[in-house]
């Protein structure tokens, strides 16, 4: 299985300038390219391969002196990385999707390139970059299995690499705890053994000071150096407020698979809930989607099992007896005429375990 390591880099500033002109070169090639394929299908209805235009590359380099100044596998990764757009395009068109054509990419939509095979290494607290330089970088940890990849991004003024790797899984010892996971918004998640994982809301905590940095960025002249600034501060913060999110699901999820062999989550369509306007800011804090992600592939590696089931009617089910008891949101308290009470979400997460069972079974 595939892993991402990313790590931060600190350039010198000529190495700055050297890792800016790979990416401006990678740009200009990636919109050439594009060009080139939208007026191949207009006058000759030609859709141009990714061999076709990678061939073109030698001769491209005989024409742009610049591009020898960037590796040769950097190049054919960015012809590839437009032959993936296309079959996105292709794949979404075909299922009914909203299709969305490749877009020419302006300074602000590119911010990263590939070395896919070769070009790099890690040399002790450098990583070497063919055509760049020794970077500086921060192995906070030991990148495992084989490296694959090596992308460099630029984000909000920072630099960063990260390895793509062919990892061996490596199984926990077996665990036989089942347990049925029901998501929340004033709780993150409340589990079918009656645990309730808090939301933090890392967004709402921090909502005063990002509306601060939004007036101040609306007040400054667009193009001006003072409102890049704040654009930028406005981009940290916001950068600041995923990544705590991000490390909170990371830790909640290992401890889930460290201690449950079965677990079982409502397939929620997160993209359509996230359409209602009274729910999206709360929905889009919690962050779900990274949790349920994180959980799933942590459980892969671990040798552990995820399930997902249709989450109609978990919440007004009664976990006791099936019996359908009708409730609407603001009442958060099971009452079946069975007898049983219980929490309603802790109720649902009952429901959820019982239906993954079913399927597997």
Known sequence: MQRTYKFRLYPTKKEQENIHFVLERCRLLYNRLLDERIVAYKQRGQSLSYYEQKATLPERKQYIPELKCVHSQVLQHVVQRLDKAYQAFFRRFKNGEKAGFPRFKPESRYNSFTYPQSGFSIEGKHLRLSKIGHVRIRLHRQPQGMIKTCTIMIKNDKYYACFSCEIESVPLPASE??????????????????????????????????????????????????????????????????????????????????????????????????????????????????????????????????????????SQRCSNCGETVKKSLTIRIHQCSCGYVADRDENAAINILKLALQNVS
């Open 177 to 314: 705890k089942r347990i049925g996971i029901d998501l929340g918004i004033t709780k993150l998640a409340v589990t079918s053994d009656g645990e309730r994982i808090e939301s933090p809301h890392f967004l709402r905590k921090c909502e005063e000071k990002l509306k601060r940095k939004q007036r101040a960025v609306s007040k400054k002249m667009r193009g001006s150096n003072r409102r890049y600034k704040a654009v930028r501060e406005l981009a940290r913060l916001h950068e600041k407020v995923a990544n705590q999110r991000k490390d909170y699901a990371h830790k909640e999820s290992r401890k889930l698979v460290n201690d449950y062999g079965f677990i079982a989550f409502e397939d929620l369509n997160i993209q359509g809930m996230v359409k209602n306007h009274h729910l999206a800011k709360s929905i889009a804090d919690c962050g779900w989607n990274g949790f349920v992600k994180f959980v799933t592939y942590k459980a892969e590696s671990a040798g552990r099992q995820v399930v997902k089931v249709n989450p109609y009617g978990t």
